[in-house]
């Protein structure tokens, strides 16, 4: 019969043969008892405690390297090791800088320029909006156009063209055309975001290229939609 099969009788019949030998490939057998319990009223009882396994007086625990029978609980210095710093920058608590290891590609980078802040794209542009007087915001705007009171000035839409646009380009009288359709702006001048004196660069004209150019991202359809006064229109030809 192999040595190792005889780990696996009973300690009774096995642990005096392996006691007799001195063979490294029989495991020791261990003899362990049960653990006590303290408490007599409970003796005997289910405890919840589920039996350990491999069993205490098992050949597998007899062959592991644990000849304690209960596996101690690992020692730092017994753990594995942690994994080695990546070489990448690391900060160190108490300064402000980056850390960078000898071994980093960008060494010779000075720490300041790779602070979080520095970017390598443009700062944006200064913003050109002005301080709206009070009662002039967005929604004082969107109230307004849904009161329902007469923003166009006109009973209805018309043909207009270049000639007549250009008529209209006074503060109290300021028409202008963006996408071919022609707004009446008088009411909106005081909300406009950009200042009066920026829409009336375009009253009487064409203001289709500077408002893009400017803000191509707002709606001019929906935030003057009730200032609608017509169509720009080629001139009549005589
Ligand atoms: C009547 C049509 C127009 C409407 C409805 C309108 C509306 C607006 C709105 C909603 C903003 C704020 C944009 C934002 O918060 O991002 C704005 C800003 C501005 N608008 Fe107009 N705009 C009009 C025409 C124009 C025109 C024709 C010009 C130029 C001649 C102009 C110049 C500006 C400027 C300079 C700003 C400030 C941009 C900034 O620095 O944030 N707008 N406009």
Not at 91 to 118: C, E
Request: one cysteine or more; aromatic letters at 6%; glycine letters at 8%.
């Amino acid at each position: 019969m192999s040595s190792y099969l005889r780990g696996w009788f009973s300690l009774e019949t096995a642990a005096p043969a392996a006691s007799q030998q001195s063979d490294p490939e029989i495991p020791e057998i261990l003899h362990v008892s049960p653990p006590q319990s303290d408490d007599e009223d409970t003796a005997g009882e289910d405890d919840d405690v589920a039996p350990a396994f491999p069993a205490l007086n098992s050949a597998q625990r007899a062959s592991s390297s644990v000849k304690s029978g209960i596996p101690s609980i690992l020692t730092d210095a017994l753990r594995m090791p942690p994994p080695p710093m990546p070489g990448l920058a690391v900060r160190q608590p108490g300064t402000s800088g980056l850390i960078l290891p000898p071994s980093s590609k960008v060494a010779s980078l000075s720490p300041n320029s790779l602070s979080p802040g520095a970017t390598t794209q443009k700062p944006p542009k200064k913003s050109r909006k002005v301080a709206l007087a009070p009662g002039h915001g967005a929604l004082d705007w969107a109230d307004l156009k849904s009161s329902g009171a007469d923003l166009r000035g006109v009973d209805s839409l018309m043909r207009i063209p270049p000639s007549v646009l250009k008529t209209h380009n006074k503060k109290h009288d300021a028409w202008s055309a963006f996408n071919g359709k022609v707004y009446n702006m008088t009411e909106y001048l005081p909300f406009h975001p950009g200042g009066e004196k920026e829409l009336m660069r375009v009253a009487g004209r064409d203001g289709t290229k500077l408002f893009v150019d400017t803000h191509a991202w707002v709606n001019v359809d929906f935030m003057l939609d009730s200032c609608m006064v017509g169509f720009l229109v080629p001139e009549p030809s005589s």
